[in-house]
């Protein structure tokens, strides 16, 4: 069942454009009552994991199908699964207990977009569609592309000229989608694909679609499993359009609320100073609906000034006690390098999610006996001009071996 996030008005099947008929806003998925204790589903989906190799309970997704909307057509490319990072000398540098880093990056396409859109597409071969349609940054393409080239399906991908990191817009095109470069921002491709959705029968996957939500939840549920179903004190997540951030929070919300977890973490949504619609919402006490902004950030994947899923973000904020903060481009930059430092890359969409915590640990709203993760949310590889347009004096010229030698005796490493 679907209940629009506005009205509370409720729906059997989901709307083409995934909008409540009366009022227009939002619908989520709403989580049946009943369940299996506790224990049976932790043991139950602990034994899904030693499944054979191509079944799809080897899916970090669909192992939690109890937590998901019922299909029985899955499209999978074993996406999930991906690694709880440690990082015990930046805990250290930050002055915390604990620090961890989530790495969405890992799945199969590059990014979290992966663990919603095996659920959306899904839905979308069951029902019986045979175009797939999204206006992206970037990773929300190149997933969709993949997963509707594995089901047999065709895309439709619109993205702002020059916005997107070349990385992506390869994968969205390796896969065969139909893609196409508007002169406009990522909100004015979303207004173009709105309009297209009324003429031709397509299946919007967008974060304002609801399975794309409740798919990308998972990775809550496999982050307090990799944690001995134990929850940290803090989750901090990057914030674009905020439907991941939305997603993270409605899962550790069902887990608590299912006896799964017995606290709730605080979950956090990071946004640049450039695309910060919903900081500044809060920041002026709320008033009226969010307005948007003219998104200016390097970090593309949350260049988004008008994000579709603030409202559930805010009641995420709410639900949970976290906060909202803003970054700048060279705190970005900084943390990018940082983590890179530990051996660990990612987009720097991601590195918002350290310099957002750095800010939240000084501000002492995390403690400093406190644990927190950070939400990684795509792979290094994902915009590589930004580290080579940034750091391309680091690299040296040398003529030999004498050469070599000097630069070791005058370089130690890694500048953070």
């Known amino acids: 069942m679907f209940r629009c996030i506005e009205c509370g008005g409720e729906a059997a099947e989901l709307a083409g454009d995934c909008r409540c008929v009366g009022c227009r806003d939002l619908q989520e998925w709403i989580l049946p009552a009943e369940g299996a204790n506790p224990a049976a589903l932790r043991e139950r989906w602990q034994a899904r994991r030693a499944a054979p190799a191509g079944d ?10 109890e937590l998901l909307p019922p299909c029985a057509d899955v499209v999978s490319l074993s996406e999930g699964n991906t690694p709880l990072y440690d990082l015990p000398r930046m805990a250290s540098r930050l002055g915390i207990a604990r620090l961890l880093a989530k790495h969405q990056g890992m799945n199969p396409t590059g990014s979290f977009k992966d663990t919603g859109m095996t659920v959306a597409v899904s839905q979308a071969r069951a029902a019986g569609f045979t175009w ?19 089901a047999g399906l ?33 909100d004015g491709c979303v207004r173009a694909l709105a309009e297209v959705v009324t003429r031709v029968p397509l299946y919007l996957v967008n974060s304002v679609n609801p399975f794309r939500i409740e798919g990308q939840k998972t990775a809550a549920v496999e982050m307090i499993d990799q944690m001995g179903w134990r929850a940290p004190d803090h989750v901090v997540v990057p914030g674009g359009n905020l439907g991941n951030s939305s997603a993270i929070g409605k899962g550790l919300v069902e887990l608590h609320a299912r006896g799964l977890i017995d606290r709730l973490p605080k979950l956090s949504v990071v946004q640049a100073e450039g695309a910060n619609p919903l900081a500044r919402w809060l920041r002026g006490g709320r ?8 998104a200016k950030t390097a970090a593309t994947a949350i260049q988004i000034g008008n994000p579709a899923s603030w409202k559930k973000a805010a009641r995420v904020l709410d639900a949970t006690g976290g906060a909202c903060v803003e970054v700048s481009e060279s705190e970005i930059e900084r943390a990018k390098a940082e983590i890179g430092g530990e051996g660990i890359g990612c987009e720097p969409a991601s590195a918002a ?21 950070l939400l990684l949310t795509g792979h290094v590889l994902k915009d590589p001009e930004y580290t080579l347009q940034r750091r391309e004096g680091e690299l040296l010229d040398v003529a030999g071996a004498d050469a070599i ?11 953070f």
Not at 134 to 145: L, Q, W, Y
Not at 353 to 373: P, T
Not at 405 to 415: D, S
Request: glycine share 10%; hydrophobic share 45%; charged share 20%.
């Open 353 to 373: 999610a350290l310099a957002g915590a750095r800010k939240l640990i000084a501000s002492g709203f995390i403690g400093r006996e406190e644990a927190a993760v």
């Open 405 to 415: 030698v000097r630069a070791m005796e005058t370089n130690h490493g890694p500048r």
């Open 132 to 150: 797939l349609a999204c206006a992206s940054t970037g990773n929300t393409s190149a997933s969709m592309a993949a997963y509707a080239a594995r």
């Open 287 to 294: 008033q009226g609906d969010l307005e948007s902004v003219v």
């Open 154 to 186: 065709r895309s439709l991908v619109l993205v702002p000229r020059g916005q997107i990191a070349c990385g992506k817009l390869a994968q969205a095109i390796d896969y065969g989608a139909l893609t196409c470069q508007m002169d406009t921002d990522f």
């Open 56 to 65: 799809d309970d080897r899916s970090g997704v669909w192992r939690f199908r």
